[in-house]
């Protein structure tokens, strides 16, 4: 075979291939419909009640078997207990502060992936949860936007990871800090 056509060859190729990608890569995915959404939303809802085990996001376990609640609606509603996160922070006074908090409100919507009769899979949209720290100095909680789980129709259950990857004291963000997984499990009444 000729070498330039051998090359000619070749460059089509890939010239085919990278059209192929960048323009499969620009098609966006099928999404669902309001009423498959409606319906979703409708079939999750409920007061859970399960356990709830934290750990660092690589690395090792920090608490197991606490239990937990949460309540879906339109989004989540997620009672994060801080003291697992307390008990990572060097600073005395802002663990203290998060131990006395104890539990906080953590909001989050859906995004939903897949569904079928039974399983609705989907990612959490959390907002960070701002409150009073030591001296009026706030404290913020910023979450990781790429955690979520399954909720089960059949088993009336749900799991689904929160994940703290960021504290802020005021203006400044907290080094120290390692970013957190929080593992929750549970049914609904």
């Given at each position: 075979?000729d070498?330039?056509?051998?090359h000619?060859?070749?460059?089509?190729?890939?010239?085919?291939?990278?059209?192929?990608l960048?323009?499969?890569?620009?098609?966006?995915?099928?999404?669902?419909?309001t009423?498959?959404?409606?319906?979703?939303?409708?079939?999750?809802?409920?007061?859970?009640?399960?356990?709830?085990?934290?750990?660092?996001?690589?690395?090792?376990?920090?608490?197991?078997?606490?239990?937990?609640?949460f309540?879906?609606?339109?989004?989540?509603t997620?009672?994060?207990?801080?003291?697992?996160?307390?008990?990572?922070?060097?600073?005395?006074?802002?663990?203290?502060?998060?131990?006395?908090?104890?539990?906080?409100?953590?909001?989050?919507?859906?995004?939903?992936?897949?569904?079928?009769?039974?399983?609705y899979?989907?990612?959490?949209?959390?907002?960070?949860?701002?409150?009073?720290?030591?001296?009026?100095?706030?404290?913020r909680?910023?979450?990781?936007?790429?955690?979520?789980?399954?909720?089960?129709?059949?088993?009336?259950?749900?799991?689904?990871?929160?994940?703290?990857?960021?504290?802020?004291?005021?203006?400044?963000?907290?080094d120290?800090?390692?970013?957190?997984?929080?593992?929750y499990?549970?049914?609904?009444?």
């Amino acid at each position: 075979m000729d070498i330039k056509l051998g090359h000619r060859i070749i460059n089509s190729i890939v010239l085919f291939i990278s059209l192929t990608l960048s323009t499969g890569c620009n098609k966006e995915e099928p999404k669902f419909s309001t009423s498959q959404i409606q319906n979703a939303l409708f079939e999750m809802k409920g007061t859970y009640h399960g356990e709830m085990d934290v750990s660092y996001y690589h690395g090792e376990t920090i608490s197991e078997e606490i239990e937990c609640k949460f309540v879906s609606k339109n989004s989540l509603t997620i009672f994060m207990d801080l003291v697992p996160l307390a008990s990572t922070i060097a600073d005395e006074n802002i663990a203290s502060r998060l131990q006395e908090i104890g539990t906080v409100e953590v909001k989050a919507g859906y995004d939903f992936y897949q569904m079928d009769n039974q399983i609705y899979n989907f990612v959490l949209r959390p907002e960070d949860v701002i409150f009073s720290g030591e001296n009026d100095e706030t404290i913020r909680i910023v979450f990781s936007q790429n955690f979520g789980g399954d909720a089960d129709n059949y088993y009336h259950s749900m799991m689904f990871n929160l994940s703290p990857k960021e504290l802020w004291i005021g203006d400044k963000k907290y080094d120290p800090f390692r970013q957190l997984v929080y593992h929750y499990a549970g049914t609904y009444e």
